[in-house]
């Protein structure tokens, strides 16, 4: 099986159809690791979008929970907070409905293969440092954990129960061969808002038979994106980020 995982699209349709055309038919199956909306402009097309490429599992991120009133957005900037409400009052019925239900990470896939938004002990957790990744592997129940939330692509693993290091993902694609007795935690990167300070969207593949895993950066229409936002009345501090990948 090869999957195509995706996290913090953030209502980015640009950076998202920029992934899809780029990840083209390298991939079986999609997982979307959450926060398809929050920040960006077009949250109904990017949930569309994702729901007609029949996704394997979607799960929640913490803005799909604010722009749907799941949560109320006091833990948001006043930015975030402002973006949750623009988006709950465009989101349509169904897209609302949609991400209401949507189910909370951890989600087991198979036998190799669990994601995650934030971390798999708690979905609003951001794994930043050894420290919190070595609690995330420790709660992972699958060798190979995906996580999103930090907008950061970076692996962390751990051999033998020794926690052995970090690598940052991200500048260029790195493809990276999963061993067996090795846990691994990775985040892909985010697609709609990059904070790396590398604007490009990112995103990974993970193929179950060869083993191999990918982390991709693909270029997209910036400028795009960056309109529809200041059209959309959107704060001006939404589109220029997406330019610094910040
Ligand atoms: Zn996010």
């Known amino acids: 099986m090869r999957y195509l995982i ?20 390298a991939w079986d199956c999609l997982l979307v690791l959450g926060d398809l909306v929050g920040y960006g402009a077009e949250p109904n097309l990017v949930i569309d979008t994702l729901l007609g490429l029949s996704p394997l599992a979607v799960i929640r991120g ?9 949560d109320d957005g006091s833990g948001f900037n006043h930015v975030a907070r402002l973006a949750a409400t623009w988006t709950g009052e465009r989101l349509t019925p169904a897209n609302k409905t949609f991400l209401r239900e949507l189910p ?33 592997l420790e709660s992972a129940t ?3 954990c995906f996580f ?13 129960h020794a926690y052995e290091g970090a690598a940052p993902g991200g500048q260029t694609d790195t493809t990276l061969s999963i061993e067996e007795g090795t846990r691994y935690l990775v ?25 191999e895993l990918t982390l991709v950066r693909v270029p997209y229409a910036v400028d795009k994106a960056q309109r529809r936002i200041l059209a959309a009345g959107l704060p001006a501090s939404l589109a220029n980020r997406l330019a610094l990948g910040r």
């Open 142 to 144: 699958r060798p190979l």
């Open 6 to 25: 995706i996290s913090d699209i953030h209502a980015n349709i640009d950076a998202l159809e920029a992934v899809l055309e780029r990840a083209d038919d």
């Open 62 to 70: 913490n803005h799909d929970k604010a722009a749907c009133g799941l």
């Open 187 to 211: 985040n892909g990167g985010s697609v709609g808002q990059p904070r790396d300070g590398d604007p490009r969207a990112a995103f990974a593949l993970f193929d179950t038979e060869s083993r």
């Open 148 to 160: 999103g939330h930090t907008h950061l692509p970076v692996m962390f693993w751990v051999k033998d």
């Open 104 to 136: 909370s990470g951890p989600r087991f896939i198979d036998d190799l293969v669990e994601i995650c938004h934030g971390a798999p002990f708690d979905e609003d957790y951001y794994i930043f440092d050894g420290g919190d990744a070595v609690r995330g």
